[in-house]
T-cell receptor, first 115, second 115 residues
Framework: AQSVTQLDSQVPVFEEAPVELRCNYSSSVSVYLFWYVQYPNQGLQLLLKYLSGSTLVKGINGFEAEFNKSQTSFHLRKPSVHISDTAEYFCAVVKEETSGSRLTFGEGTQLTVNP | NAGVMQNPRHLVRRRGQEARLRCSPMKGHSHVYWYRQLPEEGLKFMVYLQKENIIDESGMPKERFSAEFPKEGPSILRIQQVVRGDSAAYFC?????????????FGQGTRLTVV
């Protein structure tokens, strides 16, 4: 079985500051990795995903994440955040050798950007 | 191309009643996934369906919960004899193929409140 740990439940930052949201995973098999964002009372929107190749992945809204296999991490970063980035962020994995996109999610990190 | 449509957005049921949640996948998508998000928690996989088939229901509670995805019409998640602990947001996602690296698109969710 696989599991995902998001190390911070809440991250408050000031506008234009950099931010890093941490994600570690545990799995006995190879996985694909995803970051989703959830705005209040909305569904989830894909920010970025790592399938293979370059370990630095760029996504929408200026976010990027780096896959580190030795540390089993997939931390999300943004060099300068905006008020509109305030949302819940979820890290997720899915086993490579499986059918369907059955995601295992972390508990989420609430990012709050203050003026 | 409309996204994943879930209805109703909000549903209030008294204890012991039945709840029916509907999900229309994106056009051309034949794979549907249901997730449950309890308050202050991440999303938990419930069931994976293709047209007329349940592929994986390992995340479904053994009693009172059922899901279907008929040849015509939306996917339905049915909860019989609801209890207060069923109060949660239920999200549906769809994908166009059954490979693990396929992006799943999420609906806005149905927020079920049991009173």
């Amino acid at each position: 079985a696989q599991s995902v740990t998001q190390l911070d439940s809440q991250v408050p930052v000031f506008e234009e500051a950099p931010v890093e949201l941490r994600c570690n995973y545990s799995s006995s098999v190879s996985v694909y990795l995803f970051w989703y964002v959830q705005y209040p009372n909305q569904g989830l929107q894909l920010l970025l995903k790592y399938l293979s190749g370059s370990t630095l992945v760029k996504g929408i809204n200026g976010f990027e994440a780096e896959f580190n296999k030795s540390q089993t991490s997939f931390h999300l970063r943004k060099p300068s955040v905006h008020i509109s980035d305030t949302a819940e962020y979820f890290c997720a994995v899915v086993k490579e050798e499986t059918s369907g996109s059955r995601l295992t999610f972390g508990e989420g990190t609430q990012l709050t950007v203050n003026p | 191309n409309a996204g994943v449509m879930q209805n109703p957005r909000h549903l209030v049921r008294r204890r012991g009643q039945e709840a029916r949640l509907r999900c229309s996948p994106m056009k051309g998508h034949s794979h549907v996934y249901w997730y449950r998000q309890l308050p202050e928690e991440g999303l938990k996989f419930m069931v994976y369906l293709q047209k007329e088939n349940i592929i994986d229901e390992s995340g479904m509670p053994k009693e009172r919960f059922s899901a279907e995805f008929p040849k015509e019409g939306p996917s339905i998640l049915r909860i019989q004899q609801v209890v207060r602990g069923d109060s949660a947001a239920y999200f549906c996602a769809s994908s166009h193929s059954g490979t693990a690296n396929t992006e799943a698109f999420f609906g806005q969710g149905t927020r079920l409140t049991v009173v």
